[in-house]
């Protein structure tokens, strides 16, 4: 393990070198984890030291190491086992998995970041909380869905009285792997919490359909808005603002919809993968995981500059 003498700063079991790069680790090999390992070898800010499956012939994992990457394939074990410590962990696993990730690296003082949708962290979305990052050590990102649909419903719900609000994702049979089928409950019940969170709506419904269509069909969420007083005007001033923000880390967002009939105000937004080693149409995991960067970004910039500060 290193040594604080050799990190310069430890908070809580976290380290930081000023002007350095925090160390971090993936839990997860599937098209998840290993779109994250090329997002996180792009940083300025985050060092990728370890990427850890459950199994060395996972192809993911051959792949990584074919790319240079280090990978292990004891699961969590792996992180618990190394010689780093691990500023950032992101859990690319699934829903039941987390709490017991979450539990073993508790002492660790690292920052988790949940792609799964377990509910067990703190929600966080980049452009609409991110002040919330420092403050915990368990960051939900919710779902794609979430990620997609909850900054534009926040920002509607700021400048109008919602009553109800449905929200329905559709996403390629080849962008969803084993582990999204296998959690499509706690997706659809973990967006609804959000949903309900972020708004101040309780009365929301939430539907995911996994489309078999060849070519596979591109990453879309459709949005139904009922509430008070909507106008086309103040409902497309709303969109386009946080449509903007998103766009700052997520360059395939794009609102393909927004209209306003009467008291019901219907926006629907496609994403697309910016490239990486993801296909066009696999906006699902391209927004997740962009969202996992820019909040593992923004905590690194924190702790770096404190950092900073500490050694000047």
Do not use: W
Request: proline share 3%.
């Amino acid at each position: 393990m290193t040594t604080v003498e050799e990190t310069g700063t430890r908070e809580g079991g976290h380290s930081a070198k000023a002007g350095a790069r925090l160390n971090v680790s993936v839990i997860g090999a599937g098209v998840i984890g290993v779109d994250l390992t090329t997002k996180i070898m792009s940083s300025d800010h985050l060092d990728l030291r370890l990427l850890a499956g459950r199994d060395a012939a996972t192809p993911g994992l051959r792949r990584a190491a074919r790319s240079g990457v280090p990978v292990a394939s004891e699961g969590i074990q792996s992180l618990l086992d190394a010689e780093d410590d691990f500023d950032v962990v992101f859990d690319a696993t699934n829903a039941s998995s987390h709490a017991e990730h979450a539990e073993k690296l508790a002492a660790s003082g690292a920052l988790l970041i949940d792609l799964t949708p377990s509910r067990a962290g703190h929600m966080v979305f980049p452009t609409v909380n991110s002040a919330d990052i420092s403050a915990h050590r368990d960051i939900s990102l919710v779902t794609c869905g979430g990620q997609a649909s909850v900054p534009i419903l926040h920002a509607i719900s700021k400048v109008h009285e919602i009553d109800y609000i449905e929200v329905v994702t559709t996403a390629g049979t080849r962008s969803a792997g084993r582990a999204t089928r296998l959690n499509l409950d706690e997706y659809l019940e973990t967006t609804q919490e959000a949903v309900r969170h972020f708004t101040g709506v309780e009365d929301v419904k939430t539907l995911v359909n996994v489309s078999p269509a060849r070519p596979p069909a591109t990453f879309r969420v459709a949005m139904y808005v009922v509430g008070r007083d909507l106008t086309t005007d103040s409902v497309r001033a709303a969109v386009a603002e946080a449509a903007e923000e998103l766009r700052t880390f997520v360059r395939g967002y794009a609102v393909k919809v927004c209209t306003v009939k009467e008291s019901m105000a219907f926006v629907s937004v496609e994403i697309t993968s910016a490239g990486d080693r993801l296909p066009q149409y696999a906006g699902n995991i391209d927004i997740i995981n962009s969202a996992a960067i820019r909040i593992a970004e923004s905590y690194a910039k924190d702790r770096l500059s404190a950092a900073s500060r500490e050694t000047s």
